[in-house]
Nanobody, 127 residues
Framework: QVQLVESGGGLVQAGGSLRVSCAAS????????VGWFRQAPGKEREFVAT????????YYADSVKGRFAISRDSAGSTVYLQMNSLKPEDTAVYYC????????????????????WGQGTQVTVSS
């Protein structure tokens, strides 16, 4: 079982950058796919990005493609979401999530695909 702890949220002006982190407690992400989701007030939780168990293969929502980058450290214990060119519509609580699985071809983009969740970190982008 893996526990997830997010950090790095905050307030930033439109056009700025922010990096949020998701640390694994208890084990590494070497056998997990890790995804980032976000939820704005009054809206459903939506997929942002995911990275495969190998720490290499990634997939992004169209709304963030080219602006956000997901990565994992060499130890396999922390996943990052680097957010550039931020827009006010990126304002949300950002959650990382994990699911066990290796050698799977599909990327998982719905919340129900993931069994482990962090507590969330607030990202606010001012105009």
């Amino acid at each position: 079982q893996v526990q997830l702890v997010e950090s790095g949220g905050g307030l930033v002006q439109a056009g700025g950058s922010l990096r949020v982190s998701c640390a694994a407690s208890g084990r590494t992400f070497s056998s997990y796919e890790v995804g980032w989701f976000r939820q704005a007030p009054g809206k459903e939780r939506e997929f942002v990005a995911t990275i495969k168990w190998n720490g290499v293969n990634t997939y992004y929502a169209d709304s963030v493609k080219g602006r956000f980058a997901i990565s994992r450290d060499s130890a396999g214990s922390t996943v990052y979401l680097q957010m550039n060119s931020l827009k006010p519509e990126d304002t949300a609580v950002y959650y990382c999530a994990a699911r066990r699985g290796v050698y799977t071809a599909n990327y998982h983009v719905t919340p129900n695909d993931y069994g482990y969740w962090g507590q969330g970190t607030q990202v606010t982008v001012s105009s």
